[in-house]
């Protein structure tokens, strides 16, 4: 009977060790070894990813000149420090086309074109998430509303009180506007190649 007590107490002992060395209360031996095992695995994860090339990680912000050619990347920077400009909309990336050894990189954008950029603006690796966002359909005109689109209605269909290609018989565009070029609703040209900006001064 004494060999038995201190039997029972050697176990009880380890147990309560067990316990208070992995701070899991109420488990028993299985639970604690499985506990080991995922330390182990997070351990590894962790050399892993220390190991791990950072240009080659999705989602990496860093500046164009670390990167290797042939990387996708999207949000750049048209000028260093200013923030991402380009290739942010849903499912969009450009690519670097040119190593980025020298001052500017050769990049490749959604459109096809192809655009010289400072190697010290910064971009981040990857595509940008959502690509069927251009796939969507809205169901009703009611759900446009909902995005806060409100409804285009064209010159040609308003009173000439309303816009300068208003008015006239039918689809005429002879309603005081003969022989004009298409107008803004408030009367400057919109074609032809109007100028609109405001003129800079030079010195």
């Known amino acids: 009977m004494a060999f038995l007590r201190s039997r029972t107490a050697s176990l009880n002992l380890f147990n309560n060790f067990l316990h208070q060395s992995f701070r899991v209360p109420n488990r028993n031996l299985s639970s604690v070894a499985a506990d080991v095992h995922n330390q182990s695995t997070i351990e590894s994860m962790k050399r892993d990813l220390l190991n791990l090339d950072i240009n080659s990680q999705i989602g990496s ?19 260093p420090g200013q923030g991402g400009k380009l290739v942010r909309a849903a499912g969009t990336s450009a690519k670097i086309l040119k190593e980025p050894k020298s001052r500017y990189c050769l990049i490749r954008l959604p459109s096809g074109a192809e655009k010289l950029i400072d190697t010290r603006c910064r971009a981040t690796v990857g595509t940008v998430s959502n690509p069927s966002h251009g796939a969507k359909k809205l169901r009703k005109a009611g759900q446009s509303r909902w995005l806060g689109r409100r409804p285009v209605v064209r010159g040609v269909a308003m009173n000439p009180v309303d816009h300068p290609h ?3 018989e039918g689809r005429s565009k002879s309603s005081g506007s003969y022989g004009k070029t298409s107008r803004t609703p408030w009367g400057k040209p919109c074609k032809c190649g109007f100028k609109t900006a405001k003129s800079r001064r030079r010195n």
Do not use: K, L
């Open 166 to 168: 208003g008015g006239g």
């Open 61 to 79: 912000c860093m500046p164009i000149a670390s990167m290797r050619i042939g990387t996708f990347i999207h949000n750049i920077e048209v000028n």
